[in-house]
């Protein structure tokens, strides 16, 4: 019987370089707060958001994809022509095919790479970093491009209390390539489709089309999404530390998805993070960016204490589906 071969690959991944873009727009709350009849405090004291970064008309996910790729790239000191596949994560594709992925590789020069998205919102992310692992280790891809880009805001209902005041618009990307220690540590994943309607759009395309609902728009049920954000993904956390083999003192940093500055904080003391760690927390400046917000939030983190370069990272997404996802990665 004729033996097949197989492609052999890396002992170990890690992220190389990261990139972002944001929108261009600074939206304040003292803009929003008429619609919802609110308040600047009372967006303050519930969400930490004191401003959030959209993109202005004509800038699409796919821009900003574009951006924050270019970036990562160039700080990874790598060719495009190198990178082996480009994972992008979104829910804000201006069209529901083709992906954002392919013209991302076209742009940046990838091509012939193989390109999908990935369609996990908030946890898009760390699905991402997850699979580029598996395809370095398993020989499938030398470098892999994993972004999370969304436009948030063209879905926001200005008058909806639930979710329209989180949202803002950005793109994040990394480089992930071989390396002779694993850089990134078993990933904890999972979903929870019991609570499939807890995040997501208000109607369906189909109903937009037949005229039984207005065109569809990002909507919540907040005390759903914030006791599982806050119970279940402690549990999630503590499970990825230990799958990592390292404890809350061994971190670095802590870099959950931006969802809520009261869901972060009350994350950071679930888990037991010491002071020692430092915490993203670009909601406060940016707003939620969905896929776009752990690796947005890790950039500016290194950034502002580039002392954290090369410690350990615990980074966290959850979302709609409820999809979750969680690991411990090494810091470019």
Same mark, same amino acid.
């Not at 991402?128 to 398993?138: E, F, K, S, T």
């Not at 618009?169 to 992930?176: H, L, P, Q, R, T």
């Given at each position: @019987?004729? =033996? ?7 002992? &170990? ?23 919802? +009849? ?21 800038? +699409? ?36 095919? *083709? ?11 990838? =091509? ?13 992310? =760390? ?30 209902? *200005? =008058? +909806?209390?639930?979710?329209? /005041?989180?949202?803002? +618009? ?34 369906? /395309? ?9 065109? *569809?728009? @990002?909507?919540?049920? &907040? ?37 809520? @500055? ?69 810091? *470019?």
């Amino acid at each position: @019987m004729t =033996t097949l071969k197989q492609s052999v690959g890396h002992p &170990g991944s890690r992220i190389l370089a990261l990139g972002a873009a944001r929108g261009d727009v600074i939206v304040t709350n003292d803009e929003l707060v008429e619609a919802i +009849d609110s308040s600047d405090e009372w967006i303050r004291q519930r969400t930490g958001i004191v401003t959030r970064k959209r993109a202005r008309k004509g800038v +699409d996910a796919i821009d900003l994809a574009e951006t924050a790729s270019r970036e990562a790239i160039e700080k990874a000191g790598i060719r495009p022509d190198q990178i082996g596949a480009v994972l992008v994560s979104t829910i804000s594709n201006v069209a529901v095919t *083709p992906s954002v992925s392919s013209l991302l590789a076209e742009r940046i020069g990838a =091509t012939p790479a193989p390109a999908y998205d990935i369609g996990a919102a908030c946890a898009g992310y =760390t699905y991402g970093i997850a699979q580029a692992d598996a395809l370095i280790r398993a020989g499938a891809a030398e470098y892999v491009l994993v972004v999370g880009a969304e436009k948030l805001s063209q879905y926001v209902d *200005p =008058t +909806d209390r639930t979710i329209s /005041f989180l949202l803002g +618009d950005g793109a994040g990307a990394a480089i992930v390539g071989p390396s002779d220690d694993p850089g990134i540590s078993a990933t904890v994943w999972g979903s929870d489709g019991s609570k499939w309607d807890a995040v997501g759009m208000n109607a369906t /395309f189909e109903e937009y089309l037949d005229g039984e609902k207005p065109w *569809p728009r @990002m909507r919540q049920d &907040g005390q759903t999404v914030f006791r599982w954000a806050v119970w279940e993904m402690a549990k999630v956390a503590k499970q990825a530390l230990e799958g990592a083999g390292v404890t809350p003192a061994d971190l670095a940093a802590f870099i959950p998805h931006q969802a809520n @500055m009261r869901i972060i904080d009350e994350l950071a003391k679930q888990i037991g993070l010491p002071d020692t760690v430092q915490i993203g927390r670009d909601i406060e400046t940016t707003g939620n960016t969905s896929a776009a917000s752990i690796p947005l939030a890790t950039h500016r983190l290194l950034e502002e204490h580039p002392e954290l370069s090369g410690g350990l990272a615990l980074q966290i997404g959850f979302g709609a589906g409820l999809v979750y996802g969680a690991q411990v990665v090494r810091l *470019p």
